[in-house]
């Protein structure tokens, strides 16, 4: 193995936006998901996370464009996120550019392994890291006849007499859905604390769709839950679906549920997604109910607690 080298990298430049996204591109088809969260992908862009590169510099020194880039890691709101080239795998290179991270990390940080890999789980242990949180990714097929079975006919808003379900519309409703959002997700790390830069930010991206963004209300006009749906070419995703804490148990989720799939039944689809956490049942419970079955599973990792010195 040569000599590795971490560069921290900015996506201004081409050649590293270049080199990042043929990473992303590599380990995304070969391991069946992406290696980074669609909010660290925004946070790389914006600067609120650091982007690093772990290269293999050449003999005479050259240009960063001239280097073999190893892999990449999102560093940033005390999580890192972390992925070697497919091409590079099976080398050494991951222990030795990991290493190197960690070493300028707190040792409070929280590592995102995306896929469950055993290569994932031997880094973990091999740095001292143990599982803490577990995020199961669900999967139907698009033209599937589950998606019709579950889904009620009639008016596509008025969907009960208490509830009325439309599409989302910019300008007007981001307020009133960021402080739905902060509730429903109140004890989520990442949902929760999505700003109103954070629904700009995903808005400007090419996949939104105002429409594939449905908003529940009550029969009072107030806001009580809401399904935003991703359409990215033939894959669909139930992108954040969540409820008012004061509206839970009354059915509003599966309604919402219902409502996104007759939606995304729209769409020329070959698989519907949707990521949830192991540990929450409920939800579980209605996805496998509509059809959902077991895909990819991603888990977070932290060193266990010291104890305090005596």
């Known amino acids: ?15 590293q936006r ?14 069946g998901q992406p290696p980074f969260s669609d909010q660290s992908h925004i946070d790389v862009a914006s600067g609120a996370r650091t982007l690093i590169f772990a290269v293999e510099p050449q003999d005479p020194p050259a240009e960063l464009s001239d280097f073999a880039v190893i892999g990449a890691a ?6 890192l996120e972390f992925v070697v080239d497919p091409e590079w795998r099976g080398n050494g290179y991951g ?6 991270i960690l070493a300028s990390c707190s040792p409070t940080v929280k590592v995102w392994a995306h896929g469950d890999h055993p290569a994932s789980r031997r880094l973990a242990a091999a740095f001292g ?14 033209g599937s006849a589950a998606i019709a079975s579950p889904l009620a ?7 009960r007499a208490d509830i009325t379900i439309r599409p989302f519309r910019q300008g007007t409703d981001d307020a009133a859905w960021i402080a739905l959002n902060a509730l429903a997700f109140a004890s989520h790390p990442e949902q929760g604390r999505m700003t109103l830069a954070d629904l700009r930010a995903r808005q400007a991206e090419p996949w939104f769709d ?8 009550d029969a009072d006009g107030q806001l009580i839950g809401s399904n935003w749906l991703k359409v990215d070419g033939s894959e669909g995703e139930i992108y954040a679906i969540g409820v008012h804490p004061d509206a839970a148990g009354r059915g ?13 039944a729209e769409h020329d689809l070959e698989t519907i997604a949707l990521y949830v956490e192991a540990d929450n049942t409920a939800a579980v419970g209605l996805y496998r109910s509509l059809g959902f079955t077991d895909h990819t599973i991603d888990v977070q990792y932290a060193r266990p607690s010291l104890p305090e010195p005596a």
Not at 95 to 100: E, Q, R, V
Not at 252 to 257: C, K
Request: proline share 2%.
């Open 1 to 15: 193995m040569h000599r590795l080298t971490l560069r921290v990298t900015s996506l201004d430049d081409p050649h």
């Open 18 to 31: 270049a080199g990042f996204d043929r990473i992303v591109r590599a380990s995304t088809m070969i391991d």
């Open 74 to 79: 999102v560093l940033g709101q005390g999580e």
């Open 95 to 100: 222990t030795k550019a990991l290493g190197g």
């Open 129 to 142: 890291f143990e599982a803490i949180r577990t995020l199961l990714q669900l999967r139907i097929p698009g």
């Open 153 to 159: 006919s009639g008016d596509a808003n008025r969907v």
């Open 210 to 217: 105002a429409d594939d963004f449905l908003l529940a209300w």
């Open 252 to 264: 509003i989720g599966r309604a919402l549920m219902e409502a996104g799939l007759r939606r995304l």
